[in-house]
């Protein structure tokens, strides 16, 4: 079947410290990869996203790269801030067949001062 | 453009009555979702209607949850009568014919008592 597996949270980080949320994915297809995230009190918005292998999504300092070989797509960042904190959460989509998005179970990340 | 709206954003109700959650979807798009994520899991699938017809609904968990989108447009989701594991959050999301982006809402908090 598919899966997303994402590193076990919460994470707790001091600001300004490099990131990485690690992510996993078991796919019957070919899918698109996405990173989505939600601020305390907000919905879900979506940070990235990367439909092929070796692209690589960007958005707000935030990077992750899809990688084929590993069936991965690791969230990273250089520099985070107090902002950063929130709940995210790596998804996948298959091109073909089933549209429905399939979510790893989301990693918190608090950033301190 | 406004985004995917939902309402009543929060909802406390005893067990046993009913609940019912609207989603209105990006203008023009055909793809509707439900997804919910209850006490602090995964975010699951709940069903998708493409225009008016239920695509895949194997995410319903059971017969007390009735989704409806008479029109196409948009779509209620029914819980009824409601149990205390309903508690959670419920996100709706669309996405236009043949897009790979899906938008989610900002979500439904849902409290059974």
């Known amino acids: 079947g598919n899966s997303v597996t994402q590193m076990e949270g919460p994470v707790t980080l001091s600001e300004e410290a490099f990131l990485t949320i690690n992510c996993t994915y078991t796919?019957?297809?070919?899918?698109?990869l996405f990173w989505y995230v939600q601020y305390p009190g907000e919905g879900l918005q979506l940070l990235l996203k990367?439909?092929?292998?070796?692209d690589k999504g960007s958005n707000k300092g935030f990077e992750a790269t899809y990688r084929k070989e590993t069936t991965s797509f690791h969230l990273e960042k250089g520099s985070v801030q107090v902002s950063d904190s929130a709940v995210y959460f790596c998804?996948?989509?298959?091109?073909?067949?089933?549209?429905?998005?399939?979510f790893g179970q989301g990693t918190r990340l608090t950033i301190n001062p | 453009e406004a985004g995917v709206t939902q309402f009543p954003s929060h909802s406390v109700i005893e067990k046993g009555q009913t609940v019912t959650l609207r989603c209105d979807p990006i203008?023009?798009?055909?793809?509707l979702y439900w997804y919910r994520r209850v006490m602090g899991k995964e975010i699951k699938f709940l069903l998708h209607?493409?225009?008016?017809?239920?695509?895949?609904e194997s995410g319903m968990p059971n017969n007390r949850f009735l989704a409806e989108r008479t029109g196409g447009t948009y779509s209620t989701l029914k819980v009824q009568p409601a149990e205390l594991e309903d508690s959670g959050v419920y996100f709706c999301?669309?996405?236009?014919?043949?897009?790979?982006?899906?938008?989610f809402g900002e979500g439904s908090w849902l409290t059974v008592v």
């Open positions: 796919a019957t297809g070919y899918p698109s």
């Open positions: 990367a439909t092929k292998a070796d």
């Open positions: 209607f493409v225009k008016e017809s239920k695509q895949d």
């Open positions: 998804a996948l989509r298959l091109v073909q067949g089933a549209q429905k998005l399939v």
């Open positions: 999301a669309s996405s236009q014919a043949g897009g790979n982006t899906i938008y």
């Open positions: 203008s023009g798009h055909d793809n």
